[in-house]
């Protein structure tokens, strides 16, 4: 079965204090990683995918990479506004289905 | 991406009621995806509905307990049925968006049962 790991649970962060979060998968046959960013009250929005070791891809402030076991989502510089639940998902090769991590809640203060 | 609106957004209702959530995609998909979220929790899959057949569960979900119709290629609804406290949850409904773009959730619906 599909298991994902996300550390730490809760991250409390000085505005420009940059740190990265960790997501450890195990899955039979990677089809695809995926963070998602969480506000309260609001469904998931879509960060990125990447599908295999060595990957890297970046979205303003945020970048992700990809290693055979493990995804980092690494914050740089944060602001307030990257407040948020960040939530990490796996597809395994066989379906269509997400297996999602516990996410790391991170609070950045001014 | 897709826009998907769910309705109703929140919802208060007792125990032993049912509440249906609708899901509208604005574009055609193959298959729509209902999950729960537990409070505090993380997003667990509850199941998989493509146009024109059954839906298919996850352990754990049944479907007299949780009803999904998927009349066309735009719009599915769960039903959660005979609900208690523990049914109290957000549920989101989700849409694969193709290579590269993820799967695209709705804002939700805060379920809370009395």
């Known amino acids: 079965e599909d298991q994902v790991t996300q550390s730490p649970e809760a991250l409390r962060l000085q505005e420009g204090e940059s740190s990265s979060l960790n997501c450890s998968y195990t899955?039979?046959?990677?089809?695809?990683l995926f963070w998602y960013r969480q506000d309260p009250g609001k469904g998931p929005e879509f960060l990125f995918t990447l599908y295999s070791a060595g990957e890297e891809k970046e979205k303003e402030r945020l970048k992700a990479t990809l290693t055979k076991k493990e995804s980092f989502l690494h914050i740089t510089a944060p602001k307030p506004e990257d407040s948020a639940t960040y939530l990490c998902?796996?597809?395994?090769?066989?379906?269509?289905?997400?297996?999602f991590g516990g996410g790391t809640r991170v609070l950045v203060k001014p | 991406s897709a826009v998907i609106s769910q309705k109703p957004s929140r919802d208060i209702c007792q125990r032993g009621t049912s509440l249906t959530i609708q899901c509208q995609v604005d574009?055609?998909?193959?298959?729509m995806f209902w999950y729960r979220q537990q409070p505090g929790q993380s997003l667990t899959l509850i199941a998989t509905a493509n146009q024109g057949s059954e839906a298919t569960y996850e352990s754990g979900f049944v479907i007299d307990k949780f009803p999904i119709s998927r009349p066309n290629l735009t719009f599915s609804t769960l039903t959660v049925s005979n609900m208690s406290p523990e049914d109290s949850s957000i549920y989101l409904c989700?849409?694969?968006?193709?290579?590269?773009?993820?799967?695209?959730f709705g804002s939700g619906t805060r379920l809370t049962v009395v």
């Open positions: 989700s849409v694969e968006q193709g290579p590269g773009y993820g799967y695209t």
């Open positions: 998902a796996v597809r395994e090769a066989a379906g269509n289905k997400l297996t």
């Open positions: 574009s055609q998909v193959t298959m």
């Open positions: 899955v039979s046959g990677l089809r695809g």
